[in-house]
Every structure is written in structure tokens, then in C-alpha cells.
């Protein structure tokens, strides 16, 4: 089975800090995202990727930055984490779009 | 643009009983996928079915199936026979088959399931 990776299931961070959210596939997966999760909102996309070094912005990427250097890990980076931030992380990866892989989700507080 | 909604927040159902979760959506494509996904507590997302919108046959998987109705725009979730690990929430997805590369899934806000003993 596919697996994908979140580093931390929980993380407390503090307001202006850089927080980097680490995600690991092991299938040889092109196309990785990271979405955000917000009760009434649903999942909403910050970024994703579908190479290596390739990145495409998602619906709010404000705040965000990502990074794919190898094609197995893309992180999720807050330049400067701010208590809008607070929130449920999720990572995942697919095949052609066939269906998501997810991870199992970082729930970050940012105080 | 693309939008998926979920009208239902939240839903009960009693053990063994019928369930159905709806999902609207809309979109001027039309070449598309729909997927449904679960994420009980311990908060994995799990894909439960998934459906191509050129395939007139609506997707089933054991206990789960879907009543897929292309022009009304309407793809709604049908839990039979429901059991206590059905408990979740449950999302409904888009995702365009005519911008491939991308593979970017448009979600609902999502329904909690309980799940009655």
C-alpha cells in the first residue's frame, strides 16, 4: 500500500516563527498537495506539485511556501506562523489523479 | 469555477439502517470524476468510491453505493446495512478530467456521520 508520511501529529508553534511540515511518499507518486482543513470549510488547497522542483499555487497560498527537491518529500513552510494559521494539515499524494493517498494529518497551534 | 456542497452537516443513523449523504456540485465540464472520501477519528482520509461522469452506471463498493444524476448535477452517498466504524466524517470531491497534470480535487465542507447503537 502507498503510504504517505506527516512528520508530526501535533505541533505547537509561537506567532513569527518558521514551521516546516514535512511529508514523505514511498510509491513514486508525481503529484503531491497540501491542503488545510478548517471545520465548515472543508479542505482547501495551499499548494502542490506534480514534479520535482515544480510547484503550483493553490486557493490560499497567502502565508505558505513549499518545497520539492526530491520527489519522494514535499514540505509545507510558514514563513512567519500567525494564529490564522491554527489549523488541521493534511498531505497527499496521487497517481495520475486516480485517487488521493493521505497522510495522516498535522494539527498545528500556532499561540 | 468549480464548487461542491454538502447541505448536511450532520447526520444520525441507527446500526444496520440505510443512510444517504448528499452532494451537489457544479461545473460547465463535461469530462469529470467524483470521489468520496472518509475520515473516521484517528483522521486518515479514506477513499470510499469513486465515479466517472462518461460511465451511466453508478459506482458501487459493498456496502457503499452512490446515485449519480449527471444533469441534475448530484452525486449523493448510500451507506446500507450501517455499522459503528461508519462513524466519520464523510467528503465529497470533484476533480476536472480536462486539465490533467494537475489532479487538483475540489471538497465539500463535509457531513459527520454518528452512527446509533
Known amino acids: 500500500d502507498v503510504k504517505v508520511t506527516q512528520s508530526s501529529r501535533y505541533l505547537v508553534k509561537r506567532t513569527g516563527e518558521k514551521v516546516f511540515l514535512e511529508c514523505v511518499q514511498d510509491?513514486?507518486?508525481?503529484?503531491m498537495f497540501w491542503y488545510r482543513q478548517d471545520p465548515g470549510l472543508g479542505l482547501r488547497l495551499i499548494y502542490f506539485s506534480y514534479d520535482v522542483k515544480m510547484k503550483e499555487k493553490g486557493d490560499i497560498p497567502e502565508g505558505y511556501s513549499v518545497s520539492r527537491e526530491k520527489k519522494e518529500r514535499f514540505s509545507l513552510i510558514l514563513e512567519s506562523a500567525s494564529t490564522n494559521q491554527t489549523s488541521m494539515y493534511l498531505c497527499?499524494?496521487?497517481?495520475?489523479?486516480?485517487?488521493?493517498?493521505f497522510g495522516s494529518g498535522t494539527r498545528l497551534t500556532v499561540v | 469555477a468549480q464548487t461542491v456542497t454538502q447541505s448536511q452537516p450532520e447526520m444520525s443513523v441507527q446500526e444496520a439502517e440505510t443512510v444517504t449523504l448528499s452532494c451537489t456540485y457544479d461545473t460547465s465540464e463535461s469530462d469529470y470524476y467524483l470521489f468520496w472520501y472518509k475520515q473516521p477519528p484517528s483522521r486518515q482520509m479514506i477513499l470510499v468510491i469513486r465515479?466517472?461522469?462518461?460511465?451511466?452506471q453508478n459506482a458501487t463498493e459493498n456496502r457503499f453505493s452512490v446515485n449519480f444524476q449527471k444533469a441534475a448535477k448530484s452525486f449523493s452517498l448510500k451507506i446500507s446495512d450501517s455499522q459503528l466504524g461508519d462513524a466519520a466524517m464523510y467528503f465529497c470531491?470533484?476533480?476536472?478530467?480536462?486539465?490533467?497534470?494537475?489532479?487538483?480535487?475540489?471538497f465539500g465542507t463535509g457531513t459527520r456521520l454518528k452512527v446509533l447503537a
Open positions: 497527499a499524494s496521487s497517481y495520475q489523479g486516480y485517487g488521493y493517498t
Open positions: 510509491m513514486d507518486h508525481e503529484n
Open positions: 470531491a470533484y476533480r476536472s478530467a480536462i486539465t490533467p497534470g494537475t489532479y487538483k480535487y475540489i
Open positions: 465515479q466517472e461522469a462518461y460511465k451511466q
